[in-house]
Structure formats: structure tokens, C-alpha cells
């Protein structure tokens, strides 16, 4: 007889939602959000589909996801029809986040599981016109529309991968016109040390743009805006200046400046004798530097990992399901190291990026509920029947633990197999 996943009651009810503390990053589980899928008809500029599809110029789109939303609780408005159809031949829709319902629903999710915070990526690439900073506009108007609707805290994260160091100005620009129109001013924006919380990611990784000193001017600048704290979004090798950090010993000045360090660990391990010799190396020494100086320390956490259709659609081949999910225990094996070690605040990466098969939020949880083709993950890909929120209520058994040490071993259930 096949023996289903068997859930306790601490997974069946996800804690009641309570209004996110906006004062302080202590405490609080952050996701990080995207916002970048958009669909026909919402004006974006550079094609119909962003992010679900590629779409080259006299070809056929091809897909990027490698997962699919789960759009069963958004409205018929809220859905983007497809050509596809499921297994069982009913419709397949996707979602555009430049529709305010969906984004508040999103946010509506995050409430129920206990999600304080959740970090507005904002790309600096789309902010070299006004065309592709329109959308890049509605979402953010959206996110804050959601967070003040449902007691969440937001911030902006700003992204400059794709950019030439001699843009870094636009960041600036472009923070100064967000604190003018009144962005930091919204009950729901998040502060942390008495100050309005910016991340900034991708400085000091070997692939991105700008040196030390380039990147010691743009945070300054931020600074004279007005008063900020700064979250550095990070290589993991920042501490010993290595792996994917630069290697120049200009860049410790860079890394020391942040008031809070979130070194990315996407791909940096893959299962759990890997997560803790990240620990061991990593994690644990991070922790009592940063402690040492004073400096706040943000792990970030993902639920697994998948972009083989992303890769394709660039010309190149990389396996489907890469970094397995192992049914929610690769998720909470980082979550519970990091709060046993003693990280007082947590990342997930991501809420909604299913490009990379990093979401969280519901997913298609079995084949019957995908296309026969192009090829996608769904949540049982490791083995075990899962409903699509699953990851939604890993995530509140996560934000009920943040700042405690009672992180069990193992995930608060039993698998199959008398797990």
C-alpha cells in the first residue's frame, strides 16, 4: 500500500496572522519577491510574456519556468490563459504581478504563514527609461498596496546585475524619487536600527559590475539621501574574499560598511552533508565576525533548484530538478542549521521565482496538474504527495522558530517510508 506524506497538526494550521514588526529585521522571516512575471495586455514594453516565456525576435516563445503556479484561488481576471492544457485536459493559466489582486493575494498567503517581510526586487537594468521603468513602478506600487493591506512589512531591494558600474548613479536617482513620493513613509515599509531598510545586491561578486571604490561611492550616496540601513546582498565568500567574492582586499572595506551581511548561498550546497560543511566553513565563522563588529547577519535560505527550460531557452542543457527539494527537508535542514547556529533572522529565496524553481509560494504539485509538454517539476518530483501550499507551511514552522533555539531535527512530520 502507498503511504502518503502524513502531516501533524503543526503543519495542517499555519499560526494565526499577526501584524509584522515594521521596527527591526530581528526576528523576521524576509522572502525575497520578485514581481517580474507579467502577461499579455499589462502594457510591459519588451513583449507580451516577461519571464514566463523568451521570446525572440521571428521565433516561437520558449518557456523559462521550470515550475508552474498553482492559479486555483485567483480570480478568472487574475489568470493568463495559455495554449497548454494538463494531463486531465483542463487549462493551464499563469499570473502577471502587474495586477494589484494577485500581488495582494500573494501577500494575503504570506500573512496566513506568518511572513513578516518581503523584499521588492527592483532591477537596475529597468531603470534606463521610462518604458521599462513603468512596470518595474506598478509592482512596487503593489507590493506596498498588498503590505498595508496585510500587516507585512516591505523594503526595496535593489539588483544590479546586468548593469555597467557607470549606472550606479540611476540607483541613487531613483532611491532619492522613491523616499520623495513618500515610499518610506508607508506604515508598511520596513526600518531596522531606527532607519528605512535598502538591500543592495550583486556587489562584490566576481560576475558583476563595479570595484571597491565604485562600490564604496554608490553606498555613500545612498547614505546622503537620507538616513538608511544598508543590506548587502552578498557573495559567500565575502569573509575570506574568495569562491565568488572579488578577490581584492579593497572589498573587505565594502563588506565591513553594510549594517547587515546576506551572503547568497543559491547553489552553494546541495544536500545536507553539504549544508553542513557550509556551516562549519562558512556560517558559523560569518556569524562571529559579523557579531564581533556589530553587524547584523541575514542567512539566506531556498527550497531547492531548477532552470533547466531558462538554460535551454539560452542555448545551452542543465539537468531538471538539480538541487532536489527532498520533500521539504532540504529547506528546513538550512532553516534549522541557521537557527541553531544562532542567525536571529532568515531569507528565503525566493517567494515567487519559479525560473529557478526557488518559489515557495503554491505550486503545481503533480504531473496530472501540468502540460504534457514542455517539461516542469512538480512538488512530488522526490516522491511524496504533497498539497501545493507545502511550502507555504514549511514556512510558517520557520517564522514561528526565527530567534529560538527549538529547531527539531527533522521536519515536524513523518514521510513515507516511517520517516
Not at 17 to 45: E, K, N
Not at 370 to 375: G, Q, R
Not at 387 to 411: C, H, K
Given at each position: 500500500?502507498?503511504?502518503?506524506?502524513?502531516?501533524?497538526?503543526?503543519?495542517?494550521?499555519?499560526?494565526?496572522?499577526?501584524?509584522?514588526?515594521?521596527?527591526?529585521?530581528?526576528?523576521?522571516?524576509?522572502?525575497?519577491?520578485?514581481?517580474?512575471?507579467?502577461?499579455?495586455?499589462?502594457?510591459?514594453?519588451?513583449?507580451?510574456?516577461?519571464?514566463?516565456?523568451?521570446?525572440?525576435?521571428?521565433?516561437?516563445?520558449?518557456?523559462?519556468?521550470d515550475m508552474l503556479p498553482d492559479v486555483r484561488d485567483l480570480a478568472?481576471?487574475?489568470?493568463?490563459?495559455?495554449?497548454?492544457?494538463?494531463?486531465?485536459?483542463?487549462?493551464?493559466?499563469?499570473?502577471?504581478?502587474?495586477?494589484?489582486?494577485?500581488?495582494?493575494?500573494?501577500?494575503?498567503?504570506?500573512?496566513?504563514?506568518?511572513?513578516?517581510?518581503?523584499?521588492?526586487?527592483?532591477?537596475?537594468?529597468?531603470?534606463?527609461?521610462?518604458?521599462?521603468?513603468?512596470?518595474?513602478?506598478?509592482?512596487?506600487?503593489?507590493?506596498?498596496?498588498?503590505?498595508?493591506?496585510?500587516?507585512?512589512?516591505?523594503?526595496?531591494?535593489?539588483?544590479?546585475?546586468?548593469?555597467?558600474?557607470?549606472?550606479?548613479?540611476?540607483?541613487?536617482?531613483?532611491?532619492?524619487?522613491?523616499?520623495?513620493?513618500?515610499?518610506?513613509?508607508?506604515?508598511?515599509?520596513?526600518?531596522?536600527?531606527?532607519?528605512?531598510?535598502?538591500?543592495?545586491?550583486?556587489?562584490?561578486?566576481?560576475?558583476?559590475?563595479?570595484?571597491?571604490?565604485?562600490?564604496?561611492?554608490?553606498?555613500?550616496?545612498?547614505?546622503?539621501?537620507?538616513?538608511?540601513?544598508?543590506?548587502?546582498?552578498?557573495?559567500?565568500?565575502?569573509?575570506?574574499?574568495?569562491?565568488?567574492?572579488?578577490?581584492?582586499?579593497?572589498?573587505?572595506?565594502?563588506?565591513?560598511?553594510?549594517?547587515?551581511?546576506?551572503?547568497?548561498?543559491?547553489?552553494?550546497?546541495?544536500?545536507?552533508?553539504?549544508?553542513?560543511?557550509?556551516?562549519?566553513?562558512?556560517?558559523?565563522?560569518?556569524?562571529?565576525?559579523?557579531?564581533?563588529?556589530?553587524?547584523?547577519?541575514?542567512?539566506?535560505?531556498?527550497?531547492?533548484?531548477?532552470?533547466?527550460?531558462?538554460?535551454?531557452?539560452?542555448?545551452?542543457?542543465?539537468?531538471?530538478?538539480?538541487?532536489?527539494?527532498?520533500?521539504?527537508?532540504?529547506?528546513?535542514?538550512?532553516?534549522?542549521?541557521?537557527?541553531?547556529?544562532?542567525?536571529?533572522?532568515?531569507?528565503?529565496?525566493?517567494?515567487?521565482?519559479?525560473?529557478?524553481?526557488?518559489a515557495i509560494f503554491k505550486l503545481a504539485p503533480t504531473p496530472a496538474?501540468?502540460?504534457?509538454?514542455?517539461?516542469?517539476t512538480a512538488l512530488d518530483a522526490d516522491g511524496c504527495r504533497l498539497?501545493?501550499?507545502?511550502?507555504?507551511?514549511?514556512?510558517?514552522?520557520?517564522?514561528?522558530?526565527?530567534?529560538?533555539?527549538?529547531?527539531?531535527?527533522?521536519?515536524?512530520?513523518?514521510?513515507?517510508?516511517?520517516?
Open positions: 500500500m502507498t503511504r502518503y506524506l502524513l502531516l501533524c497538526l503543526g503543519l495542517l494550521l499555519a499560526p494565526p496572522a499577526q501584524a509584522a514588526d515594521r521596527a527591526s529585521l530581528t526576528g523576521q522571516h524576509i522572502v525575497g519577491y520578485q514581481g517580474w512575471f507579467a502577461c499579455p495586455g499589462d502594457g510591459r514594453p519588451f513583449g507580451n510574456w516577461v519571464h514566463w516565456f523568451d521570446v525572440p525576435p521571428h521565433a516561437a516563445p520558449r518557456v523559462t519556468v478568472p481576471e487574475e489568470r493568463c490563459p495559455t495554449p497548454w492544457r494538463d494531463r486531465l485536459g483542463r487549462p493551464v493559466a499563469l499570473y502577471s504581478a502587474q495586477r494589484p489582486a494577485t500581488v495582494a493575494r500573494h501577500f494575503a498567503w504570506m500573512a496566513e504563514h506568518g511572513i513578516g517581510v518581503a523584499a521588492a526586487g527592483r532591477f537596475g537594468v529597468g531603470l534606463t527609461s521610462p518604458a521599462a521603468q513603468a512596470p518595474l513602478d506598478r509592482v512596487l506600487d503593489n507590493i506596498r498596496a498588498g503590505a498595508e493591506a496585510h500587516g507585512r512589512g516591505f523594503f526595496v531591494a535593489y539588483d544590479i546585475s546586468g548593469m555597467r558600474a557607470d549606472q550606479f548613479a540611476l540607483l541613487v536617482a531613483d532611491w532619492r524619487a522613491l523616499r520623495a513620493r513618500g515610499l518610506t513613509a508607508s506604515p508598511a515599509y520596513q526600518n531596522h536600527q531606527g532607519r528605512p531598510v535598502l538591500l543592495v545586491w550583486g556587489l562584490g561578486f566576481r560576475d558583476r559590475p563595479g570595484d571597491a571604490d565604485q562600490a564604496l561611492a554608490l553606498l555613500a550616496a545612498l547614505r546622503a539621501v537620507g538616513p538608511v540601513t544598508l543590506v548587502g546582498g552578498v557573495p559567500a565568500g565575502w569573509r575570506t574574499l574568495d569562491a565568488d567574492s572579488k578577490p581584492e582586499p579593497s572589498w573587505a572595506a565594502v563588506y565591513r560598511s553594510f549594517e547587515v551581511l546576506s551572503p547568497w548561498t543559491v547553489g552553494r550546497y546541495a544536500d545536507a552533508p553539504s549544508i553542513n560543511a557550509y556551516r562549519e566553513s562558512r556560517l558559523e565563522p560569518d556569524l562571529a565576525l559579523t557579531r564581533a563588529r556589530g553587524q547584523g547577519f541575514l542567512p539566506v535560505i531556498f527550497p531547492g533548484f531548477t532552470w533547466a527550460n531558462l538554460v535551454a531557452a539560452r542555448g545551452g542543457r542543465a539537468p531538471h530538478n538539480a538541487v532536489p527539494r527532498r520533500c521539504g527537508a532540504f529547506y528546513w535542514d538550512q532553516a534549522r542549521t541557521a537557527g541553531q547556529a544562532g542567525a536571529e533572522m532568515l531569507f528565503t529565496a525566493m517567494f515567487d521565482e519559479v525560473d529557478e524553481g526557488t496538474d501540468l502540460p504534457e509538454a514542455p517539461v516542469f498539497p501545493s501550499d507545502w511550502y507555504l507551511r514549511i514556512a510558517a514552522q520557520i517564522s514561528a522558530r526565527i530567534g529560538t533555539r527549538n529547531w527539531p531535527d527533522r521536519l515536524p512530520m513523518l514521510l513515507p517510508g516511517g520517516g
